[in-house]
Protein backbone atom coordinates (compact mmCIF):
# COMPACT_ATOMS: atom_id res chain seq x y z
CA UNK A 1 0.00 0.00 0.00
CA UNK A 2 1.76 3.63 -1.03
CA UNK A 3 1.37 6.75 1.32
CA UNK A 4 1.23 10.19 0.62
CA UNK A 5 2.48 13.15 2.14
CA UNK A 6 -0.24 15.47 1.51
CA UNK A 7 0.18 19.37 -0.15
CA UNK A 8 -2.00 21.14 1.44
CA UNK A 9 -1.12 21.09 4.59
CA UNK A 10 1.70 18.67 6.81
CA UNK A 11 -0.74 16.65 8.69
CA UNK A 12 0.04 13.04 7.40
CA UNK A 13 0.46 11.06 10.08
CA UNK A 14 4.41 10.29 8.87
CA UNK A 15 5.24 13.71 9.29
CA UNK A 16 3.74 14.01 12.65
CA UNK A 17 5.23 10.40 13.87
CA UNK A 18 8.48 12.05 13.03
CA UNK A 19 8.55 15.75 13.82
CA UNK A 20 9.70 18.05 16.80
CA UNK A 21 7.74 20.18 15.52
CA UNK A 22 4.44 20.79 12.96
CA UNK A 23 2.10 23.84 12.38
CA UNK A 24 0.29 22.31 9.21
CA UNK A 25 2.04 24.72 6.97
CA UNK A 26 5.97 23.92 8.53
CA UNK A 27 7.51 21.19 9.85
CA UNK A 28 11.03 20.39 11.29
CA UNK A 29 12.78 17.02 11.65
CA UNK A 30 15.80 16.35 13.45
CA UNK A 31 16.04 12.14 13.05
CA UNK A 32 14.87 9.83 10.73
CA UNK A 33 15.43 6.69 12.98
CA UNK A 34 11.94 5.97 13.18
CA UNK A 35 10.81 6.60 9.55
CA UNK A 36 10.99 3.13 7.60
CA UNK A 37 10.46 3.99 4.21
CA UNK A 38 9.50 0.25 2.65
CA UNK A 39 6.32 1.14 0.62
CA UNK A 40 6.56 4.13 -1.59
CA UNK A 41 5.71 7.56 -0.37
CA UNK A 42 4.28 10.51 -2.95
CA UNK A 43 5.89 13.25 -1.86
CA UNK A 44 3.17 16.52 -2.30
CA UNK A 45 5.02 19.10 -0.23
CA UNK A 46 9.00 20.32 -0.24
CA UNK A 47 11.49 19.04 1.42
CA UNK A 48 15.00 20.49 2.51
CA UNK A 49 17.27 18.10 4.22
CA UNK A 50 20.76 18.45 5.26
CA UNK A 51 22.84 14.93 6.49
CA UNK A 52 24.86 16.35 9.36
CA UNK A 53 26.48 12.58 10.36
CA UNK A 54 26.49 9.50 8.81
CA UNK A 55 24.81 8.38 5.38
CA UNK A 56 22.00 7.17 3.73
CA UNK A 57 20.33 5.34 0.59
CA UNK A 58 17.27 5.93 -0.66
CA UNK A 59 15.53 5.68 -4.27
CA UNK A 60 14.28 8.94 -5.86
CA UNK A 61 11.95 8.38 -8.78
CA UNK A 62 12.77 4.72 -9.36
CA UNK A 63 16.68 5.84 -8.77
CA UNK A 64 19.21 5.10 -6.08
CA UNK A 65 20.51 7.94 -4.66
CA UNK A 66 23.27 8.24 -1.57
CA UNK A 67 23.89 10.85 1.21
CA UNK A 68 26.41 12.15 2.84
CA UNK A 69 27.83 14.44 5.62
CA UNK A 70 27.33 17.90 4.04
CA UNK A 71 24.98 16.62 1.32
CA UNK A 72 21.08 18.58 0.77
CA UNK A 73 18.45 17.13 -0.52
CA UNK A 74 15.82 18.46 -1.92
CA UNK A 75 12.74 17.33 -2.99
CA UNK A 76 9.59 18.82 -4.34
CA UNK A 77 6.32 17.76 -4.55
CA UNK A 78 5.51 14.87 -7.07
CA UNK A 79 8.57 12.98 -6.06
CA UNK A 80 8.01 9.37 -5.18
CA UNK A 81 10.23 7.84 -2.72
CA UNK A 82 10.91 4.28 -1.61
CA UNK A 83 13.55 1.35 -0.04
CA UNK A 84 15.44 4.09 2.25
CA UNK A 85 18.26 3.23 4.79
CA UNK A 86 19.64 5.52 6.71
CA UNK A 87 23.44 3.96 8.85
CA UNK A 88 22.34 4.13 12.90
CA UNK A 89 24.48 7.47 13.59
CA UNK A 90 22.61 8.96 10.84
CA UNK A 91 21.22 12.82 11.90
CA UNK A 92 19.89 15.14 9.56
CA UNK A 93 18.41 18.72 9.48
CA UNK A 94 15.00 18.99 7.56
CA UNK A 95 12.51 21.46 7.40
CA UNK A 96 9.02 20.01 5.32
CA UNK A 97 7.23 22.73 3.56
CA UNK A 98 3.55 22.36 2.61
CA UNK A 99 3.04 23.21 -1.46
CA UNK A 100 0.22 25.79 -0.17
CA UNK A 101 2.27 27.71 1.90
CA UNK A 102 5.40 27.72 -0.43
CA UNK A 103 2.43 29.55 -2.92
CA UNK A 104 2.62 31.99 -0.08
CA UNK A 105 6.04 32.77 -0.09
CA UNK A 106 6.49 35.32 -3.03
CA UNK A 107 9.91 33.87 -3.67
CA UNK A 108 8.74 30.41 -5.08
CA UNK A 109 6.28 32.13 -7.34
CA UNK A 110 9.41 33.62 -9.23
CA UNK A 111 11.05 30.08 -9.43
CA UNK A 112 12.54 29.69 -12.84
CA UNK A 113 11.49 26.86 -14.89
CA UNK A 114 15.74 25.70 -15.05
CA UNK A 115 15.82 25.48 -11.28
CA UNK A 116 12.90 23.20 -11.12
CA UNK A 117 14.29 21.05 -13.69
CA UNK A 118 17.80 20.97 -12.09
CA UNK A 119 16.28 19.98 -9.05
CA UNK A 120 14.42 17.12 -10.59
CA UNK A 121 17.59 15.63 -12.45
CA UNK A 122 20.13 16.36 -9.45
CA UNK A 123 18.23 16.36 -6.11
CA UNK A 124 21.06 15.72 -3.92
CA UNK A 125 23.79 18.53 -4.05
CA UNK A 126 27.14 18.48 -1.90
CA UNK A 127 27.12 22.01 -0.09
CA UNK A 128 30.60 23.04 1.53
CA UNK A 129 31.29 23.71 5.37
CA UNK A 130 30.39 27.23 5.29
CA UNK A 131 27.30 26.27 3.15
CA UNK A 132 26.60 23.47 5.85
CA UNK A 133 26.76 25.40 8.95
CA UNK A 134 24.36 28.54 7.05
CA UNK A 135 21.85 26.34 7.00
CA UNK A 136 22.50 24.98 10.36
CA UNK A 137 22.36 28.06 11.72
CA UNK A 138 18.71 28.96 10.19
CA UNK A 139 17.87 25.68 11.60
CA UNK A 140 18.45 26.28 14.89
CA UNK A 141 17.20 29.66 14.93
CA UNK A 142 14.06 28.71 13.41
CA UNK A 143 13.98 25.55 15.91
CA UNK A 144 14.41 27.83 18.53
CA UNK A 145 11.28 30.39 17.87
CA UNK A 146 8.87 27.54 16.65
CA UNK A 147 9.60 25.59 20.38
CA UNK A 148 9.45 28.51 22.24
CA UNK A 149 7.36 30.68 24.06
CA UNK A 150 4.95 32.05 21.49
CA UNK A 151 5.47 35.83 21.06
CA UNK A 152 2.83 38.24 19.97
CA UNK A 153 4.55 38.14 16.18
CA UNK A 154 4.99 34.62 16.07
CA UNK A 155 3.84 33.86 12.56
CA UNK A 156 5.49 36.89 10.81
CA UNK A 157 8.72 36.35 12.05
CA UNK A 158 8.62 32.72 11.12
CA UNK A 159 7.63 33.08 7.56
CA UNK A 160 10.25 36.29 7.80
CA UNK A 161 12.94 33.68 8.73
CA UNK A 162 11.55 31.27 6.47
CA UNK A 163 11.80 33.41 3.54
CA UNK A 164 15.31 34.79 4.95
CA UNK A 165 16.40 31.46 4.49
CA UNK A 166 14.84 30.93 1.27
CA UNK A 167 17.10 33.77 -0.14
CA UNK A 168 20.43 32.00 1.22
CA UNK A 169 19.33 28.98 -0.27
CA UNK A 170 18.62 30.28 -3.58
CA UNK A 171 21.81 31.99 -3.55
CA UNK A 172 23.87 29.08 -2.78
CA UNK A 173 22.01 27.11 -5.92
CA UNK A 174 24.22 30.10 -8.41
CA UNK A 175 27.18 27.57 -7.53
CA UNK A 176 25.57 25.16 -9.17
CA UNK A 177 22.85 26.13 -11.97
CA UNK A 178 22.89 29.15 -13.77
CA UNK A 179 19.51 30.77 -12.70
CA UNK A 180 17.90 33.12 -15.23
CA UNK A 181 16.03 36.11 -13.29
CA UNK A 182 12.54 35.70 -13.33
CA UNK A 183 10.50 37.97 -16.04
CA UNK A 184 7.24 37.60 -14.93
CA UNK A 185 6.24 37.98 -18.23
CA UNK A 186 2.47 37.33 -19.03
CA UNK A 187 3.85 33.85 -20.94
CA UNK A 188 5.80 33.08 -18.14
CA UNK A 189 2.63 33.52 -15.68
CA UNK A 190 0.78 31.39 -17.83
CA UNK A 191 3.04 29.00 -17.87
CA UNK A 192 3.64 28.53 -14.42
CA UNK A 193 -0.27 29.14 -13.98
CA UNK A 194 -0.15 25.53 -16.32
CA UNK A 195 2.22 23.73 -14.62
CA UNK A 196 0.71 24.44 -10.93
CA UNK A 197 -2.73 22.97 -12.70
CA UNK A 198 -1.67 20.26 -14.49
CA UNK A 199 1.15 19.09 -11.01
CA UNK A 200 -2.54 19.44 -8.78
CA UNK A 201 -4.47 17.71 -11.18
CA UNK A 202 -5.69 13.99 -10.10
CA UNK A 203 -6.41 12.11 -12.61
CA UNK A 204 -4.93 14.36 -14.97
CA UNK A 205 -6.66 15.31 -18.03
CA UNK A 206 -4.54 14.07 -21.63
CA UNK A 207 -6.01 16.83 -23.90
CA UNK A 208 -4.35 20.08 -23.99
CA UNK A 209 -7.85 21.48 -24.26
CA UNK A 210 -8.80 20.60 -21.14
CA UNK A 211 -6.10 22.94 -19.53
CA UNK A 212 -6.74 25.73 -21.97
CA UNK A 213 -9.89 25.77 -21.20
CA UNK A 214 -9.12 26.28 -18.17
CA UNK A 215 -6.58 29.10 -18.50
CA UNK A 216 -8.85 30.60 -20.66
CA UNK A 217 -6.62 30.21 -24.10
CA UNK A 218 -6.50 28.73 -27.18
CA UNK A 219 -4.69 25.33 -27.09
CA UNK A 220 -2.46 26.63 -29.72
CA UNK A 221 -1.24 29.27 -27.70
CA UNK A 222 -0.56 27.38 -24.96
CA UNK A 223 1.31 25.08 -26.25
CA UNK A 224 3.46 28.04 -28.05
CA UNK A 225 4.25 29.70 -24.60
CA UNK A 226 5.07 26.43 -23.35
CA UNK A 227 7.69 25.26 -25.98
CA UNK A 228 9.18 29.45 -25.23
CA UNK A 229 9.35 29.09 -21.84
CA UNK A 230 10.27 25.70 -21.11
CA UNK A 231 11.41 24.35 -24.92
CA UNK A 232 8.98 21.51 -24.12
CA UNK A 233 5.21 21.70 -25.68
CA UNK A 234 2.23 21.52 -23.40
CA UNK A 235 1.49 17.38 -25.34
CA UNK A 236 4.85 17.06 -23.81
CA UNK A 237 4.84 18.38 -20.49
CA UNK A 238 1.52 16.58 -20.19
CA UNK A 239 2.69 13.43 -20.95
CA UNK A 240 5.67 13.69 -18.68
CA UNK A 241 3.64 14.34 -15.74
CA UNK A 242 0.92 11.80 -16.94
CA UNK A 243 3.88 9.02 -17.03
CA UNK A 244 4.56 9.64 -13.58
CA UNK A 245 1.30 8.87 -12.31
CA UNK A 246 1.20 5.71 -14.32
CA UNK A 247 4.63 4.31 -13.01
CA UNK A 248 3.82 5.38 -9.52
CA UNK A 249 0.64 2.74 -9.29
CA UNK A 250 2.16 0.29 -11.38
CA UNK A 251 4.85 0.22 -9.00
CA UNK A 252 3.33 1.08 -5.80
CA UNK A 253 -0.06 0.23 -6.30
CA UNK A 254 -1.95 -2.89 -4.96
CA UNK A 255 -4.47 -2.02 -7.66
CA UNK A 256 -5.50 -4.24 -10.62
CA UNK A 257 -3.65 -2.75 -14.41
CA UNK A 258 -7.71 -2.29 -15.07
CA UNK A 259 -8.43 -0.36 -11.78
CA UNK A 260 -5.48 1.63 -12.74
CA UNK A 261 -6.67 2.11 -16.03
CA UNK A 262 -10.04 3.45 -14.29
CA UNK A 263 -8.32 5.79 -12.10
CA UNK A 264 -6.40 7.78 -14.36
CA UNK A 265 -9.73 7.86 -16.82
CA UNK A 266 -8.55 5.51 -19.78
CA UNK A 267 -11.56 4.84 -21.57
CA UNK A 268 -10.68 0.90 -21.44
CA UNK A 269 -7.96 -1.23 -20.73
CA UNK A 270 -6.26 -1.89 -24.42
CA UNK A 271 -5.84 2.20 -24.62
CA UNK A 272 -4.08 2.10 -21.79
CA UNK A 273 -2.06 -0.19 -22.55
CA UNK A 274 -1.34 0.98 -25.83
CA UNK A 275 -0.23 3.86 -24.07
CA UNK A 276 1.75 2.58 -21.39
CA UNK A 277 4.09 0.61 -23.78
CA UNK A 278 3.99 3.69 -26.47
CA UNK A 279 5.87 5.77 -23.61
CA UNK A 280 7.39 2.92 -21.36
CA UNK A 281 8.28 0.56 -24.56
CA UNK A 282 6.26 -2.55 -22.65
CA UNK A 283 3.09 -3.51 -21.63
CA UNK A 284 1.74 -1.99 -17.90
CA UNK A 285 2.05 -5.91 -16.99
CA UNK A 286 5.89 -6.07 -18.29
CA UNK A 287 6.52 -3.40 -16.11
CA UNK A 288 4.77 -4.16 -13.49
CA UNK A 289 6.85 -7.58 -13.49
CA UNK A 290 10.01 -6.17 -14.04
CA UNK A 291 9.72 -3.31 -11.57
CA UNK A 292 9.05 -5.95 -8.60
CA UNK A 293 11.75 -8.34 -10.13
Not at 189 to 200: C, M, Q
Amino acid sequence: METKLRSGCLDDVLVKKISVYNDSRIAIIDELQSLNIEQAVKVEAYIILLCVKGKGSLYINGESRMIHVNDLFICHPNIILENSMISIDFECRCICLSSEYMKQLLLIAGESWDLKMFIEKIPILSLNAEEAELFCQYYSLLRSKMLGTPCKHQKELIDSLIQAFLYEFHDALERFVKLKPPTFTSGENLFKEFISLLSSSYPKERMIGFYANQLYVTPKYLSAVCKEVSGQTASELITQYMVKDVLYLLRNSQKSIKEIANELNFPNLSFFGKYVKQHLGMSPKQYRESSYG
